[in-house]
């Protein structure tokens, strides 16, 4: 296999990964989502006012999984009359987060990360603020009607009484040091045959927090569906320029299948999703996390447009527990529920998630995420050298056979016609690779074992919440967006080209020309790409510009002394 055919396929093939997200979404290509479940039960999407999809969940009163049995209608009469006489705000303030929660409607205002700061470096919030000029907050309710979930239409969940009562409210504000518990419940009844209760239960040093949603319509429960959104956190436009695959979307979890909608690429026919063990709305780095009450349950990312605006939120089954915070690889798994699947390590997952454990590993001991990135490319460097080393001697010794391997050619001439000539050519060649103890695909192999791991730190550096506004010095402040002077990528693309001279060719002279080009056609998709990935590939070039190096001055040492011994006899 001619090795520089395959460096060119595998850098053609990071140029394939991250070139259509820097050019259309910036996001990491994900699979379409499609009904986890082949069964009669799973609903198809209906026509949804403005565009967004109708939920539709397994049959109510059928007994199908995720969807309680309405149970009988009572005789007893409705509940007394129990609204408050005016809004309440209640504040909850542990060491992670500070909310804001609302008695009209029981609606979430404001949940602030303590831990992580936005732009203005200021704890980052993730309520969308333009829920404040829509009028729809999260943890509205959505009702279902024949077993479906209306489209996202405004005026109408304004109307709800769900959304808009005064409930009163047991409990008052909530001061909470780690470990401890406390609850807030916000109760409505329009004494009429209406009851609706909402329950949430924080624990302080804790993202996650349980929920208990009862809704009574003369005496039947009824099953409602909970909203978040529109999106998650409040990026700017700048921010969203200079990120790099932090867009928005549901995912979700369906026994060990993961589902990914993304808001970009939205289809209704592909936004519903039935018989799941969680779904969640999540970018890049922070995630709202809907565990259903009863298993398994069902969701659906919903837009609605307005002029020329598209809104887009999560309509989940209703929940039992709910984790909004940051993806922390630790705290998704401490989660349990196969969370941590929502890091976004991609196909090569398994690769990613061991290269970030060891180099969390090294932060502790190099508190600097730049600098961590380094020592990280290096010990790469040192574990595959003896792969690399075996490579290039395998790549040198098939340039110094060209010769021998181009006569061949040119005595079977018509190989490419006459399968005989073609046998014939091949035995040759393969007793000419036997005699120069040379394996033809020895310079490629060493390469393909490497690929996993290439692409392991690509979605690692990518997705890890870590880099996000780590510097690492000078002018480069944050790890998780590009260079701003683009003096990185540049140099990356120099050390390629350097590294790519220095390597031995079995191409003839034409494509070592356009091999050439490759590093400029690098160098200008990688532009836009992270600091803290350019950092990784540049350090990585440096260094294979020493290996080189080091591995070109064995193998003249040791063809000097093979030479020597040859002219003794």
Not at 105 to 133: A, M, N, Y
Not at 256 to 285: G, H, I, M, T
Not at 413 to 424: H, Y
Not at 505 to 525: H, R
């Amino acid at each position: 296999m001619d090795t520089k055919r395959l460096i060119a396929a595998i850098v053609l093939s990071v140029v394939v990964l991250f070139g259509y997200q820097f050019l259309f979404t910036k996001k990491a290509p994900e699979t379409q989502a499609v009904n986890p479940a082949a069964s009669p039960a799973a609903a198809s999407p209906t026509a949804a006012q403005g565009g967004a999809p109708a939920v539709q969940p397994p049959a109510v009163q059928t007994g199908a999984a995720g969807v309680a049995e309405n149970p009988p209608a009572t005789d007893a009469p409705p509940a007394q009359a129990a609204a408050a006489s005016s809004e309440i705000k209640t504040r909850v303030d542990t060491s992670l987060f500070e909310a804001v929660w609302s008695n009209k409607g029981g609606v979430l205002l404001s949940w602030k990360l303590k831990k992580h700061l936005d732009e203005k470096k200021q704890p980052l919030e993730l309520v969308p603020r333009i829920t404040d000029t829509l009028g729809v907050h999260p943890f509205s309710l959505l009702e279902e009607a024949d077993g479906t979930v209306p489209a996202i239409d405004f005026a109408a969940i304004q109307a709800n009484p769900l959304n808009v009562s005064l409930y009163e409210i047991e409990g008052s504000e909530l001061v909470l040091r780690d470990g401890q518990k406390g609850s807030l419940r916000f109760r409505y009844s329009d004494g009429q045959g209406l009851e609706v209760e909402k329950a949430f239960t924080f624990t302080g040093g804790e993202y996650s927090f349980q929920v208990d949603i009862k809704v009574l319509r003369g005496g039947k429960a009824v099953e409602p569906r909970v909203l978040w959104g529109p999106g998650i956190g409040n990026p700017s436009a700048e921010e969203i320029k200079k990120s790099f695959g932090g867009g928005g979307g549901m995912t979700a979890l369906a026994g060990k299948n993961l589902y990914r909608v993304d808001e970009r690429r939205f289809k209704p026919e592909k936004s519903v999703l039935n018989y799941l063990d969680w779904a969640a709305y999540d970018d890049n780095y922070f995630c709202a996390l809907f565990v259903p009450a009863t298993q398994p349950g069902a969701a659906a990312l919903v837009r609605r447009d307005v002029e020329k605006s598209a809104y887009y939120f999560l309509a989940a089954s209703r929940p039992r527990q709910v984790f909004l915070g940051p993806k922390e690889f630790d705290r998704l798994a401490d989660f349990g529920l196969n969370a941590k699947k929502l890091m976004r390590f991609g196909t090569f997952g398994i690769f990613a998630e061991g290269l970030f454990i060891t180099i969390r590993a090294i932060h502790k001991a190099v508190p600097n995420w730049g600098w961590s990135i380094i020592i990280l490319t290096l010990l790469i460097k040192i574990i595959f050298f003896p792969l690399t080393y075996s490579s290039t001697k395998s790549m040198a010794k098939m340039a110094d056979l060209q010769p021998k391997i181009k006569a061949l050619r040119n005595k079977y001439k018509k190989s490419k016609t006459d399968i005989d000539e073609r046998r014939k050519m091949n035995e040759e060649m393969m007793a000419l690779y036997k005699q120069n103890g040379v394996n033809p695909a020895g310079g490629c192999l060493p390469i393909l074992i490497q690929i996993p791991f290439f692409f392991g730190i690509f979605k690692m550096l990518q997705s890890a919440i870590e880099f996000r506004h780590s510097p690492w010095m000078l002018w480069i402040g944050d790890l998780s967006v590009k260079d701003p002077t683009y003096v990185t990528p540049i140099l990356m693309g120099v050390t390629q080209f350097i590294s790519q001279k220095m390597t031995p060719s079995t191409a003839d002279p034409s494509q070592t020309k356009m091999m050439l080009l490759m590093p400029v056609i690098m160098t200008f998709f990688f532009l836009n790409f992270q600091s803290g990935l350019i950092l990784y590939w540049l350090t990585s070039n440096v260094l294979q510009i020493g290996q080189q190096a080091l591995m070109n001055s064995l193998m003249h040492r040791k063809k000097g002394e093979s030479n020597g011994k040859s002219r003794k006899k």
